[in-house]
């Protein structure tokens, strides 16, 4: 690619994107939420155009014209983009979602801008695209062969606006990304050798409460009783329903005679602080990384720009750093 001002003609794959609904999204969560989603959208697709070896041409308003080298590093990108950008909304638990058109063919630069059918092309399938969509020329599905492994579907030939022939086209199937999981703890596990019984009215009582905590309605349960009339295991039952229902089950114990302070804590964060990925930790903790840190110095090994604690020493027994000595 040149920028020497009205260069010869070069094959390339140009891709558009475009944010949908930006607008009744903004009405919807308000300008703060929606440039903080605009942000993680931009880098999702930045990401995205730097994996595949894109060039960014220029901005268009509510998405990006690319140009890439390679037919198939074009259509990897966008799936990309589109996973990331659903991966954006899942967390935010906001609906956002971006359509892509890609074409191929000849291109011509001019200064830092590029011109040519296959441009018009792009912009038209992405006008053309429906939400969470792709859209390509079936040059575009030629060219990329099996490579990258993507899997087109025709959508025929498509009548675009300002071009005179119908323009053969197919659909990029794309999956969303399946997040990790959170075991369920080791140490409430092989309970379900033995199936559990009775226990009806307790089990009701702490089925409602989940139910509660899930409306948003946060609870404690606190189960006492003699040794061997089944505490643990009431608590196992109600985790591994809960767990099947996708709740996230964090475990931690402490004995008798206190080893470490706040024993069950720390060990229930340690647990997840070591089975989660890194990004989805950072959105979990939120401000609260630097206090949690305290309990759980892994937790800054694996996040190293943590905010600062915010509650200083908050009474809790520890070196001058703020953390607790091992026991
Ligand atoms: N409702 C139940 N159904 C089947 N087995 C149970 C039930 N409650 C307790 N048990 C079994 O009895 C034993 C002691 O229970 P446990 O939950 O460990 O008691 P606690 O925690 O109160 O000391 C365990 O082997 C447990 O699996
Ligand atoms: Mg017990």
Known sequence: MSDDGGGRPETATVLFTDLVGSTALR??????????LRRLHDSVLRDAIAAHGGQEVKGTGDGIMVVFGSAAGAVSAAAMMQRGVDRVGR????????RVGISAGDVVWEGNDCFGTPV????RLCDEASADQIVVSDIVRLLAGSRGGHE??????????????????????????????????????????????????ELERVWTSWKRAQAGDKRVVL??????????????ELARRAFD??????????????????????????????????????DQIGPHGGDLARLV?????RLPHLPEPRHPRNGLPGDGLGRIPPC
């Open 120 to 123: 018009v092309e792009a912009r």
């Open 245 to 282: 229902e996708g709740a996230l089950v964090l475990f931690g114990r402490c004995d008798e005679d206190l080893a470490v302070p706040y024993e069950p804590f720390v060990q229930a964060v340690h647990a997840y602080v070591g089975a989660c990925a890194p990004d989805e930790l950072a």
């Open 297 to 301: 110095p892994e937790l800054a090994e």
């Open 223 to 236: 189960v006492s009783g003699e040794p061997g009339v089944g505490k643990t295991r009431l608590a196992a």
């Open 91 to 98: 967390r935010a638990a906001s609906t956002i979602s971006i």
């Open 27 to 36: 009405q919807a969560v308000g300008d703060d939420r929606a440039d903080e």
């Open 152 to 201: 087109f579907r025709s959508l025929g030939a498509l009548e675009l606006k300002g071009l005179a022939a119908p323009l053969a086209a197919a659909e990029v199937a794309w999956a969303p990304e399946q997040p990790a999981r959170t075991p369920f703890p080791a140490p409430l596990g092989g309970v379900e050798a033995v199936r559990f019984v009775g226990r009806i009215d």
